[in-house]
């Protein structure tokens, strides 16, 4: 009796065992839970979309009845800065075809404008420092294996989505045929086309890698000029003198059919030299900050100094970024308004690059929101369009402060932001076992047992108790 007892008891404890789940620990790198929810299992397709619809339709039921003036006091507070750049970008159009009537001057218009101005001005004073201290700062916080290999998946992500990009484009202009409408209007030929070769741009990308004075890479990089160069060069050519001579063999027995002579000849080169052109040379910058921080990494100890350095210059940028963004609506505002204004006929406008204009926004919207989504599902198994949602105030600013090319950089900031999701869900185990190496100190408190939360609890009401008393 005792003996089956027993083993009765071994079962419990073995089953207890054999059913236990490990306890979450979430990464320090990551905000997302180690273990996934399973997917569903297969079954009936339209058993499983109703069962769907109708938790999210008791979800929005739970959520509706739980709406108060706390709450959404609360929304509008978080959201508060998204909000802002909306009005700004739709009282900016408003605001512009306003004053289209009133034919503003130039200067006028330059002068309305001035906000905006002010805004690039301040975001482009602090693109510099802000990549090369969170370039920095995140390298030297890894080991150069775990760098390397993100850095290898973040090469071939753009590579990949560049690739797709180039096709989508050739698809698109092979459909629309953008500028077949345009070739019977005469086209007037201003300014002088730059020869450019392949290679010497390819070598131009390679040189502008390495910069040879960091300070002039801050607002110049190297480009291929041409020049043309005039030299003589000695040629040798065959004279045939049977020609020009009346020779018989029975008077001269000797050959004088062909004579070498030597001419000099005036040859026209186009050459290559070196050149510049202003800007900054951000592909430099960021070599030499990868590379920088990589040292800085592999030093450990000796290059604490500089990591805490480079930390508080990345923490002082990015509260220097934080106080700045808050004027970005007053600048979207007048930028696009001045822009409205700046243009003189609309209709003409429209008319000369309508299809082209199509042709870019239908490319830039099919990989936006279905090649970049798709490819980060495919990767993640996740719903990519939650993930966008997170990143609307970075694509509305992004919307509303590029004064050119708004959709194509917003769409840059769209697949940056997908690609950084894909690199950090394919590097999950280099950075867990980063977080195992450095076991940091700094624990949430939604992350710490339950026994630690209610200790801690039980000491603040303790001290409180005592200093009323």
């Not at 404890?13 to 620990?25: A, D, R, T, Y």
């Not at 917003?410 to 185990?429: F, K």
């Amino acid at each position: 009796m005792s003996v089956s007892h027993e083993t009765c008891l071994l079962d419990q404890v073995l089953e207890l065992i054999m059913n236990e789940k490990p306890p979450n620990s979430a990464s320090l790198f990551l905000n997302e839970d180690l273990d996934k929810t399973p997917l569903p299992e297969r079954g009936d397709l339209r058993r499983r979309l109703r069962r769907a619809m109708e938790r999210r339709a008791s979800s929005m039921k739970e959520k509706m009845s739980s709406i108060s003036r706390d709450s959404i006091r609360g929304f509008l507070k978080r959201n508060l800065f998204v909000l802002f750049t909306v009005a700004a970008v739709a009282l900016g159009v408003i605001l512009g075809f306003a004053l289209r009537p009133h034919n503003l001057s130039l200067r006028e218009i330059k002068y309305f404008a001035f906000p905006g101005e002010l805004l690039m001005r301040m975001l482009q004073m602090l693109v510099l420092p802000l990549i090369v201290s969170s370039l920095v700062t995140g390298i030297s916080s890894l080991d150069s294996k775990a760098s390397g290999k993100m850095g290898m998946r973040a090469v071939v992500y753009y590579m990949v989505t560049t690739l797709i990009a180039v096709f989508i484009g050739i698809v698109i202009v092979m459909i629309i045929r953008p500028g077949k409408g345009s070739r019977d209007s005469p086209v007037a030929n201003s300014g002088n086309i730059e020869p450019v070769q392949a290679a010497d741009a390819f070598l131009d990308l390679i040189r502008n890698m390495f910069p040879p004075n960091l300070v002039e890479a801050c607002f110049k990089q190297y480009k291929t000029v041409y020049k043309k160069t005039v030299h003589t060069r000695n040629v040798t050519v065959a004279v045939n003198l049977t020609d020009s001579l009346n020779v018989t063999e029975s008077n001269l027995n000797v050959n004088l059919s062909r004579v070498l002579h030597t001419i000099q000849e005036t040859v026209e080169e186009t050459v290559p030299v070196s050149g510049s052109s202003s800007g900054v040379n951000a592909l430099g910058l960021v070599v030499f900050s990868m590379c920088f921080g990589l040292v800085i990494g592999n030093m450990k100890q000796q290059g604490q100094a500089l990591r805490d350095f480079f930390d508080c210059l990345n923490e002082a940028i990015m509260r220097l970024v934080s106080i700045i963004i808050w004027y970005a609506p007053v600048g979207i505002l007048f930028l696009i308004a001045g822009k409205i204004v700046e243009m003189k006929n609309l209709a003409e406008v429209g008319g000369q690059l309508g299809m082209y204009t199509v042709s870019v926004i239908v490319g830039l919207l099919i990989h936006g929101l279905v090649v970049l989504p798709l490819l980060y599902f495919l990767v993640t198994r996740r719903n990519p369009y939650s993930f966008i949602g997170g990143l609307l105030q970075a694509l509305i600013t992004a919307l509303g402060t590029s004064s050119r090319d708004r959709l194509r950089t917003t769409t840059n900031v769209l697949g940056d932001s997908l690609g950084a999701g894909i690199v950090e869900h394919l590097s999950r185990g280099e950075l867990q076992s980063q977080d195992a190496e450095v076991r940091n100190s700094v624990i949430e408190e939604n992350e710490k047992p339950y026994q630690l939360i209610c200790q801690e609890n039980d000491t603040l009401n303790h001290h409180n108790n005592e200093t009323t008393m």
